[in-house]
């Protein structure tokens, strides 16, 4: 049951994340293209910032479940393990995992470098780089419900 729960929460926060994956990079897009009017800038870095911190909270959330659903079976009685033969798919999965918290991190650098009146990428390639995070979702998703080695 404990095991059930844990997975339950793991992803309820892997979603909330992911909502803050696809939007940040919007935002972006958004501040790119607001031009020179400064109080929709202000306030595109205030939600951006919000977003960011919000996004950091539940990943650190999520990741902890994760390793808790990851690991659990060591301190936890009749709960499941994740770790056996056949379970490469969970090493490939969280490899891309890191490469969209690597991604989440570079959106936040463009926000910093925003909010200090930096120049951003163009809102095309913000759109293009806000694709990204799809793709690799798409495949954590495959990797998880096929478990192909």
């Known amino acids: 049951m404990a095991y059930l729960w844990t997975k339950t929460f793991h992803l ?27 109080a929709v ?9 919000r977003l960011y911190r919000f996004g950091h909270i539940v990943f650190g959330i ?11 079976y060591r301190v936890l009685p009749d709960f499941q393990t994740m770790v056996a033969p056949g379970t490469g798919w969970l090493h490939a999965k969280i490899a891309l995992v890191v490469l969209m918290f690597v991604l989440y991190i570079v959106t936040g650098r463009w926000l910093k470098r925003a909010a200090a009146g930096g120049a951003l990428p163009s809102g095309r390639a913000l759109r293009w780089f806000n694709e990204i995070p799809l793709l690799l979702l798409v495949a954590v998703v495959w990797l998880v419900l096929a478990k192909p080695f």
């Open 12 to 38: 309820v926060f892997v979603m909330a994340w992911m909502a803050s994956v696809f939007y940040l990079p919007r935002i972006l897009v958004n501040i790119a293209e607001a031009g020179g009017d400064g």
């Open 41 to 49: 800038r202000e306030r595109l870095v205030l939600m951006g910032r």
């Open 62 to 72: 999520a990741l902890v479940l994760g390793v808790v659903l990851w690991l659990g």
